[in-house]
């Protein structure tokens, strides 16, 4: 199988929103997936919350003991990568989790800053 095929499979049951539609979901649960050095660069979307992929599952399993808190199985989530793809992955994995509502962001977190939505700047990469 594919790297499209998996992805073409994971949107099936994916209600993705636009750039422009996030605005009219004051109560989701917007989590970036994008690693701390493209969150420096470019940005982040006001109120979502960083996520490193690899935990993401342990952090979002609603009846898991390390998941961050604030959300319920019935919240939204959008998950936000660089462009769409990862982030599509992502959130068929956290639908298979116990979180119906999962979707994530047409064209990633470079769309929603093309379309001129509000970002806020990301955090300070760490000394090396």
Known sequence: MSAERLLDEARRDLRRVTPDDLA???????????????RAAEGEVP?????ERI???????????HRIPGFTADTTVVVVCNEGYASSLAARDLQR???PNATDLVGGFRAYAAAGL??????????T
């Not at 009219?24 to 493209?38: E, G, S, W």
């Not at 935990?55 to 003991?65: F, Y």
């Not at 509000?118 to 000394?127: D, L, Q, V, Y």
């Open 24 to 38: 009219d979901l004051p109560d989701a649960l917007v989590v970036d997936i994008r690693p701390q050095h493209n």
């Open 47 to 51: 109120g979502s919350i960083p996520v």
């Open 55 to 65: 935990v993401l599952e342990w952090r979002l399993d609603p009846t898991g003991d």
């Open 97 to 99: 989790l116990g979180l």
């Open 118 to 127: 509000p970002t806020r700047p990301g955090p300070t990469p760490p000394i």
